[in-house]
């Protein structure tokens, strides 16, 4: 029990024992006003305006900033006329900047440790090769997805059908996909070329347009567009894909990869690799 709270206890027995004892009421009425007076005095030794600067200043030595912004409220309370409170309140400002700055160093270092404990994690992507005609791999990789990433698409014969979509992505500046209408297996092919516009939204929500064309079998986007692609893909999180054919508008196209993540590593494998 602190000193405080036993002297106003031992001044409250007193005061019992008298008001016991049938003392005169001026008697009474004195000790009760000295009690008082004893109260105020033993709250101006511990919220003094000294002692809570001390506080202050002891805490932020410590790095205790929740300390130290309580004891500076009470000073600013009960002491208003004391200087130190518009130093204090400078003070406050840099202890928000101070537990701003550890904070991101935490984060950083729990982002840090998330992606070393993840290293070698390629999440929904892998690393393979073409083949040539005997079926043989070749030296030529490139980075897929595991499994069918699923879709749909829509042209003035069906509403919604379901589609299937392959990456295939030889480096950052080559990317491709083929999609396969009623998620058969045979890719959307092109006779001579066909453009189509491709919308593509990141993880933020920042949405991008750009342009793709049909040769073949699959649908390529040239090297700057391929670069936004992979750059898209490397932050990760959902990214969504919208697909209109330029010359039969009534054709579209629709897929979402729900997580990205990890491509980030498994074109770095993919690169060490090579």
Same mark, same amino acid.
């Given at each position: 029990?602190?000193?405080?709270?036993?002297?106003?206890? %031992?001044?409250? *027995? !007193?005061?019992? !024992?008298?008001?016991?004892?049938? /003392?005169?009421?001026?008697?009474?009425?004195?000790?009760?006003?000295?009690?008082?007076?004893?109260?105020?005095?033993?709250?101006?030794?511990?919220?003094?305006?000294?002692?809570?600067? *001390?506080?202050?200043?002891?805490?932020? #030595?410590?790095?205790?900033?929740?300390?130290?912004?309580?004891?500076?409220?009470?000073?600013?309370?009960? %002491?208003?006329?004391?200087?130190?409170? @518009?130093?204090?309140?400078?003070?406050?400002? &840099?202890?928000?900047?101070?537990?701003? *700055?550890?904070?991101?160093?935490?984060?950083?270092?729990? @982002?840090?440790?998330?992606?070393? *404990?993840? !290293? =070698?994690?390629?999440?929904?992507?892998?690393?393979?090769?073409? /083949?040539?005609?005997?079926?043989?791999?070749?030296?030529?990789?490139?980075?897929?997805?595991?499994?069918?990433? @699923?879709?749909?698409?829509?042209?003035?014969?069906?509403?919604?059908?379901?589609?299937?979509?392959? +990456?295939?992505? #030889?480096? #950052?500046?080559?990317?491709?996909?083929?999609?396969?209408?009623?998620?058969?297996? =045979?890719?959307?092919?092109?006779?001579?070329? $066909?453009?189509?516009?491709?919308?593509?939204?990141?993880? $933020?929500?920042?949405?991008?347009?750009?342009?793709?064309? =049909?040769? #073949?079998?699959?649908?390529?986007?040239?090297?700057?567009?391929?670069?936004?692609? %992979?750059?898209?893909?490397?932050?990760?999180?959902?990214?969504? +894909?919208?697909? /209109?054919?330029?010359?039969?508008?009534?054709?579209?196209?629709?897929?979402?990869?729900?997580?990205?993540?990890?491509? $980030?590593? &498994?074109?770095?494998?993919?690169?060490?690799?090579?």
């Amino acid at each position: 029990m602190s000193i405080r709270l036993k002297t106003v206890f %031992h001044g409250l *027995a !007193i005061l019992m !024992i008298i008001s016991s004892c049938g /003392v005169p009421q001026t008697d009474y009425d004195k000790l009760i006003e000295e009690n008082q007076q004893l109260t105020v005095q033993l709250e101006e030794c511990e919220n003094g305006a000294e002692k809570v600067i *001390a506080k202050v200043e002891k805490a932020y #030595s410590e790095k205790n900033y929740s300390l130290v912004k309580e004891n500076i409220k009470i000073l600013s309370e009960k %002491h208003p006329e004391s200087p130190k409170n @518009k130093e204090f309140k400078l003070l406050l400002s &840099t202890i928000e900047k101070q537990e701003l *700055a550890e904070q991101k160093k935490k984060e950083a270092e729990e @982002k840090e440790r998330i992606r070393l *404990a993840n !290293i =070698n994690n390629m999440g929904m992507w892998r690393t393979t090769y073409y /083949v040539d005609d005997f079926g043989e791999p070749t030296k030529e990789g490139y980075i897929t997805n595991k499994s069918t990433l @699923k879709g749909t698409f829509s042209n003035t014969a069906t509403q919604n059908s379901d589609l299937n979509i392959r +990456f295939l992505i #030889s480096n #950052s500046t080559d990317i491709s996909f083929k999609l396969f209408e009623y998620a058969g297996n =045979n890719p959307v092919k092109a006779y001579s070329s $066909d453009s189509y516009r491709v919308l593509v939204q990141d993880k $933020d929500g920042k949405r991008y347009k750009l342009t793709a064309t =049909n040769y #073949s079998d699959r649908l390529s986007f040239n090297k700057t567009m391929s670069r936004t692609v %992979h750059n898209i893909l490397l932050k990760g999180g959902t990214v969504k +894909f919208k697909i /209109v054919e330029i010359d039969t508008p009534t054709t579209e196209y629709e897929f979402t990869i729900q997580k990205a993540d990890y491509y $980030d590593n &498994t074109y770095r494998i993919f690169r060490e690799r090579k």
